[in-house]
């Protein structure tokens, strides 16, 4: 269960009652928690914290409140006279036993001009708010510039470098110079067996590199993090994981890992350090450091800045924050978003890293339009995109299951072989080795004028051999995304789809040409086939990650080719009826249900099976009663208990609620009184959550005092309590002004499907389950995920037979990958110290006899 619901222990003071309802919840907990196996599928909820949108939407408006109206209230310090105790002390008054209600008048003079100083306030605080934004922009472009620069450059220095700048990639190093020829640049070798060699030697250098700063120094840096921003943006709170540590080592591992070759994307880890300065800089300032509210605003604004310098996107990053990464979108949120953008992508534009003067990463300009006979082949692209989506997410993730379960400990290890095994198979193959921007940029160029490659030959022929070394470009290039996506370096997966489906598209736009030359006007080309690779590459990133409208207007953005707006609409409602029919969601939501995070899913339908919260609640409560317990009662609670906050009801007798205390309040209470000379007696003072006071004033009239109590079924002794408002409450401690009030409460009898679309909507914690008007129960938003889980997998005995299946196939065949993957160590190990006996390194020799696993093990301590 939660650490908000843990069960008390057994045999706790008595007076510390626990609501008690219909136990539904001891069968299905009790199922769900008896399998180990059933833990994958919440493995990390216990490393996210619920935030309640309600209680922090209500403290926020509170705050403005107060500041706006301030100057109303020069002479009084609170606004309904009363003093309130602090979230970080408790008043010496309630200590006391004195309910502090006087009013404390302020020593300040009225303000003389209180409209213009409200004004002043209110713009100060708006600007504020602006100032965030644009400092995430520029600082969110000033990283993706450096980002590229550094990814260029690493990229030229595993081919040579630079004699007038070491620091000078190709590009810029023969900039002004003839394709052919370039004085300047000096490659490594003019061997071809040595210029493989250093290839290999450098990407392995990088890909290693990176992955021993994730490894040492931030471990949360690795991946692409998009599915954990999800969760956090939708309301669980990560400790740690939008730091400064990860947003350095992202930032700095990522260009490693692009240079070092493998077949990963900067795209979805651009969200993700993104995401991090959207979470470090408004912490600089206190109005914003402690306000979940405007964290997550910051957050989806950062993330769709981080698209839009990834993509040079800045519309198509606004529209993937709301497709993806924002749950619960608002209007103002979207023009925050709209707004981080535009300052990011013109930082980035300033920067002008490609030295292009535009943010465009490659311009298409298609001078033909497109015919109507071409869109069978459109259709054909689309099925393409969902079928790619379809087996890549499946392998990707069943890769994932092998790398933890047998590679965790060696993440260099793996790296390593992974950059080795990368630059072995794409070094001769020229879609293969080049960048993929580099490589689509080829492909989606429309042949004639200045573009000369073979891809443009007229000869049927070299269009033939074309088209099957773009097939076999797609299918490795499939297979190296699905074994390299996820591997512990910062990587992303956009990129490499695109770049996968690009090579397929240009098949088919060969296949087009040779199968129709005759079918266009003498002297004009109609068929284009590079635009085919820029629908291939559109329908694989939206069949991978399930966006549509994003994806058109990312591709637009990305390359200007506005003439084919409709084929793209096309090709994308294919890809989207294929995933919708046979897929199970983009890659970031399957990678949510693999890694057990919480996250409510609203594009999902969710189907309880007709349950009530009566089957779903948590019925073992710890209420306190308003009033009767001794402070050491309340102290050795704390000890026993992990619950973040306590029901109150009216007595041990009676469960009617009133509010809830936090945790937190209790623990600031004992902890002052312990501080005191007379602690001792202090703690058998009694403490008073709610004084009969207050409950005479839970009516608003006076006279339905007698109606309240019978609604609350009050016994006599109650009941006395309740009408006598003038009780002597002699030494007690009262805490009534830490009490809340607002919170929500159902009926036991209310679905499920009603419950998670409140969770969704309004973003509150937890609901209090009432029968009758008595307590008897309470629902987390974490629990209610469980549930469905519950519903969907433990008790659907077809589900089970397929995953044992399934599960008894999957360690047979990865015992076997294993095992090969052993026997490959081995041969690499015996193969390199031949060469080391050879070469005359004997001390070196020593070291290779090493068993593999403990080097491993000495890097893994590194």
Same mark, same amino acid.
């Given at each position: 269960?939660?650490?908000?619901?843990?069960?008390?222990?057994? @045999?706790?003071?008595?007076?510390?009652?626990?609501?008690?309802?219909?136990?539904?919840?001891?069968?299905?907990?009790?199922?769900?928690?008896?399998?180990?196996?059933?833990?994958?599928?919440?493995?990390?909820?216990?490393?996210?914290?619920?935030?309640?949108?309600?209680?922090?939407?209500?403290?926020?408006?509170?705050?403005?409140?107060?500041?706006?109206?301030?100057?109303?209230?020069?002479?009084?310090?609170?606004?309904?006279?009363?003093?309130?105790?602090?979230?970080?002390?408790?008043?010496?008054?309630?200590?006391?036993?004195?309910?502090?209600?006087?009013?404390?008048?302020?020593?300040?003079?009225?303000?003389?001009?209180?409209?213009?100083?409200?004004?002043?306030?209110?713009?100060?605080?708006?600007?504020?708010?602006?100032?965030?934004?644009?400092?995430?922009?520029?600082?969110?472009?000033?990283?993706?510039?450096?980002? *590229?620069?550094?990814?260029?450059?690493?990229?030229?220095?595993?081919?040579?470098?630079?004699?007038?700048?070491?620091?000078?990639?190709?590009?810029?190093?023969?900039?002004?110079?003839?394709?052919?020829?370039?004085?300047?640049?000096?490659?490594?070798?003019?061997?071809?067996?040595?210029?493989?060699?250093?290839? +290999?030697?450098?990407?392995?250098?990088?890909?290693?590199?990176?992955?021993?700063?994730?490894?040492?120094?931030?471990?949360?840096?690795?991946?692409? @993090?998009?599915?954990?921003?999800?969760?956090?943006?939708?309301?669980?709170?990560?400790?740690?994981?939008?730091?400064?540590?990860?947003?350095?080592?992202?930032?700095?591992?990522?260009?490693?890992?692009?240079?070092?070759?493998?077949?990963?994307?900067?795209?979805?880890?651009?969200?993700?350090?993104?995401?991090?300065?959207?979470?470090?800089?408004?912490?600089?300032?206190?109005?914003?450091?402690?306000?979940?509210?405007?964290?997550?605003?910051?957050?989806?604004?950062?993330?769709?800045?981080?698209?839009?310098?990834?993509?040079?996107?800045?519309?198509?990053?606004?529209?993937?924050?709301?497709?993806?990464?924002?749950?619960?979108?608002?209007?103002?949120?979207?023009?925050?978003?709209?707004?981080?953008?535009?300052?990011?992508?013109?930082?980035?534009?300033?920067?002008?890293?490609?030295?292009?003067?535009?943010?465009?990463?490659?311009?298409?300009?298609?001078?033909?339009?497109?015919?109507?006979?071409?869109?069978?082949?459109?259709?054909?692209?689309?099925?393409?995109?969902?079928?790619?989506?379809?087996?890549?997410?499946?392998? *990707?993730?069943?890769?994932?299951?092998?790398?933890?379960?047998?590679?965790?400990?060696?993440?260099?290890?793996?790296?390593?072989?992974?950059?080795?095994?990368?630059?072995?198979?794409?070094?001769?193959?020229?879609?293969?080795?080049?960048?993929?921007?580099?490589?689509?940029? +080829?492909?989606?160029?429309?042949?004639?004028?200045?573009?000369?490659?073979?891809?443009?030959?007229?000869?049927?022929?070299?269009?033939?051999?074309?088209?099957?070394?773009?097939?076999?470009?797609?299918?490795?290039?499939?297979?190296?995304?699905?074994?390299?996506?996820?591997?512990?370096?910062?990587?992303?997966?956009?990129?490499?789809?695109?770049?996968?489906?690009?090579?397929?598209?240009?098949?088919?736009?060969?296949?087009?040409?040779?199968?129709?030359?005759?079918?266009?006007?003498?002297?004009?080309?109609?068929?284009?086939?590079?635009?085919?690779?820029?629908?291939?590459?559109?329908?694989?990133?939206?069949?991978?990650?399930?966006?549509?409208?994003?994806?058109?207007?990312?591709?637009?953005?990305?390359?200007?080719?506005?003439?084919?707006?409709?084929?793209?609409?096309?090709?994308?409602?294919?890809?989207?009826?294929?995933?919708?029919?046979?897929?199970?969601?983009?890659?970031?939501?399957?990678?949510?249900?693999?890694?057990?995070?919480?996250?409510?899913?609203?594009?999902?339908?969710?189907?309880?099976?007709?349950?009530?919260?009566?089957?779903?609640?948590?019925?073992?409560?710890?209420?306190?009663?308003?009033?009767?317990?001794?402070?050491?009662?309340?102290?050795?609670?704390?000890?026993?208990?992990?619950?973040?906050?306590?029901?109150?009801?009216?007595?041990?007798?009676?469960?009617?609620?009133?509010?809830?205390?936090?945790?937190?309040?209790?623990?600031?209470?004992?902890?002052?009184?312990?501080?005191?000379?007379?602690?001792?007696?202090?703690?058998?003072?009694?403490?008073?959550?709610?004084?009969?006071?207050?409950?005479?004033?839970?009516?608003?009239?006076?006279?339905?005092?007698?109606?309240?109590?019978?609604?609350?079924?009050?016994?006599?002794?109650?009941?006395?309590?309740?009408?006598?408002?003038?009780?002597?409450?002699?030494?007690?401690?009262?805490?009534?002004?830490?009490?809340?009030?607002?919170?929500?409460?159902?009926?036991?009898?209310?679905?499920?499907?009603?419950?998670?679309?409140?969770?969704?909507?309004?973003?509150?914690?937890?609901?209090?389950?009432?029968?009758?008007?008595?307590?008897? @129960?309470?629902?987390?938003?974490?629990?209610?995920?469980?549930?469905?889980?519950?519903?969907?997998?433990?008790?659907?005995?077809?589900?089970?037979?397929?995953?044992?299946?399934?599960?008894?196939?999957?360690?047979?065949?990865?015992?076997?990958?294993?095992?090969?993957?052993?026997?490959?160590?081995?041969?690499?190990?015996?193969?390199?110290?031949?060469?080391?006996?050879?070469?005359?390194?004997?001390?070196?020799?020593?070291?290779?006899?090493?068993?593999?696993?403990?080097?491993?093990?000495?890097?893994?301590?590194?």
């Amino acid at each position: 269960m939660d650490m908000e619901l843990d069960n008390l222990d057994e @045999g706790s003071d008595p007076r510390i009652k626990r609501a008690t309802g219909t136990s539904y919840v001891g069968r299905w907990q009790e199922a769900f928690y008896k399998y180990p196996k059933n833990f994958r599928f919440i493995k990390k909820f216990g490393d996210f914290k619920t935030i309640d949108w309600i209680r922090e939407s209500k403290s926020e408006n509170e705050k403005q409140f107060d500041e706006f109206y301030k100057t109303d209230r020069s002479n009084v310090n609170s606004r309904n006279n009363d003093f309130r105790v602090s979230s970080s002390e408790i008043s010496e008054f309630s200590i006391n036993g004195e309910q502090n209600t006087s009013n404390v008048f302020n020593t300040q003079q009225p303000e003389k001009f209180p409209i213009i100083t409200r004004f002043v306030n209110g713009f100060l605080r708006s600007f504020q708010s602006w100032l965030v934004l644009t400092l995430m922009g520029i600082a969110i472009g000033l990283i993706a510039g450096m980002l *590229n620069i550094l990814a260029a450059w690493l990229g030229s220095l595993k081919d040579g470098y630079c004699s007038n700048g070491f620091y000078l990639n190709r590009e810029f190093c023969c900039m002004g110079e003839k394709e052919d020829s370039c004085p300047n640049w000096h490659p490594w070798s003019n061997f071809f067996l040595l210029k493989y060699f250093y290839f +290999i030697i450098f990407s392995t250098l990088f890909g290693c590199t990176a992955a021993f700063l994730c490894k040492r120094y931030a471990k949360t840096a690795a991946g692409s @993090g998009i599915s954990e921003v999800k969760c956090i943006v939708s309301g669980f709170d990560f400790d740690g994981f939008l730091g400064w540590w990860t947003l350095l080592i992202k930032s700095i591992g990522l260009p490693l890992t692009i240079a070092s070759g493998l077949s990963v994307g900067k795209e979805g880890p651009s969200v993700h350090y993104a995401a991090c300065v959207g979470n470090c800089i408004p912490k600089l300032f206190r109005r914003f450091e402690k306000s979940p509210i405007y964290n997550s605003q910051f957050l989806t604004a950062a993330s769709a800045a981080g698209v839009a310098v990834a993509f040079a996107s800045p519309v198509g990053g606004v529209l993937f924050s709301i497709e993806e990464i924002s749950s619960n979108f608002q209007l103002l949120t979207m023009w925050k978003s709209y707004f981080c953008s535009l300052v990011a992508v013109a930082t980035l534009k300033a920067m002008n890293p490609f030295r292009t003067g535009q943010i465009v990463l490659f311009q298409v300009k298609y001078d033909s339009d497109w015919n109507l006979y071409e869109i069978p082949f459109f259709i054909i692209l689309g099925i393409f995109g969902g079928v790619y989506g379809i087996i890549v997410a499946k392998y *990707n993730i069943k890769a994932v299951a092998f790398r933890q379960k047998y590679l965790s400990d060696y993440p260099i290890t793996e790296v390593m072989y992974l950059c080795i095994f990368t630059a072995i198979i794409s070094y001769t193959n020229e879609f293969l080795r080049l960048d993929m921007t580099e490589s689509m940029q +080829i492909l989606f160029h429309e042949c004639g004028g200045d573009f000369d490659h073979g891809l443009c030959s007229k000869e049927t022929s070299d269009k033939i051999i074309f088209s099957i070394n773009l097939l076999v470009t797609t299918i490795i290039r499939m297979f190296l995304v699905i074994i390299s996506y996820n591997c512990k370096v910062p990587c992303g997966i956009f990129v490499p789809s695109m770049a996968a489906g690009a090579t397929f598209g240009r098949v088919i736009g060969l296949v087009v040409e040779m199968l129709s030359p005759n079918n266009c006007t003498e002297g004009n080309v109609c068929i284009i086939s590079g635009s085919y690779a820029f629908l291939g590459a559109a329908a694989a990133l939206s069949g991978i990650t399930h966006l549509t409208v994003a994806v058109v207007v990312i591709m637009f953005e990305l390359t200007g080719a506005a003439k084919y707006i409709i084929p793209t609409m096309i090709v994308l409602g294919v890809t989207k009826m294929i995933n919708d029919k046979w897929g199970n969601g983009g890659i970031a939501d399957q990678m949510i249900v693999f890694n057990g995070l919480p996250f409510i899913d609203p594009k999902e339908e969710h189907d309880f099976h007709r349950s009530t919260v009566s089957h779903a609640m948590t019925d073992s409560l710890v209420c306190l009663p308003s009033r009767g317990l001794t402070l050491k009662e309340i102290s050795d609670l704390l000890g026993k208990t992990k619950f973040k906050c306590f029901p109150i009801i009216v007595s041990n007798e009676n469960h009617a609620l009133l509010g809830y205390i936090e945790r937190k309040n209790l623990e600031i209470l004992t902890a002052s009184v312990r501080i005191t000379e007379n602690f001792e007696r202090d703690f058998n003072r009694e403490v008073v959550l709610i004084s009969p006071k207050s409950l005479r004033t839970l009516t608003s009239n006076p006279s339905e005092t007698q109606a309240q109590a019978k609604a609350f079924d009050l016994n006599d002794e109650d009941n006395d309590i309740f009408l006598d408002a003038d009780i002597d409450m002699g030494n007690a401690i009262i805490l009534e002004d830490k009490i809340v009030y607002d919170f929500l409460k159902v009926d036991i009898s209310t679905t499920l499907e009603n419950i998670l679309t409140s969770f969704h909507k309004l973003g509150q914690k937890f609901v209090y389950v009432e029968d009758n008007g008595l307590l008897v @129960g309470v629902l987390t938003r974490k629990d209610i995920l469980k549930y469905e889980i519950y519903l969907h997998k433990v008790t659907n005995k077809e589900y089970e037979r397929y995953y044992d299946e399934g599960l008894t196939s999957d360690i047979s065949r990865d015992e076997k990958i294993w095992n090969f993957l052993c026997l490959v160590g081995r041969k690499s190990k015996d193969l390199r110290s031949k060469i080391l006996a050879t070469l005359g390194f004997q001390k070196y020799m020593r070291m290779e006899t090493a068993d593999l696993n403990d080097i491993s093990s000495a890097n893994s301590r590194m």
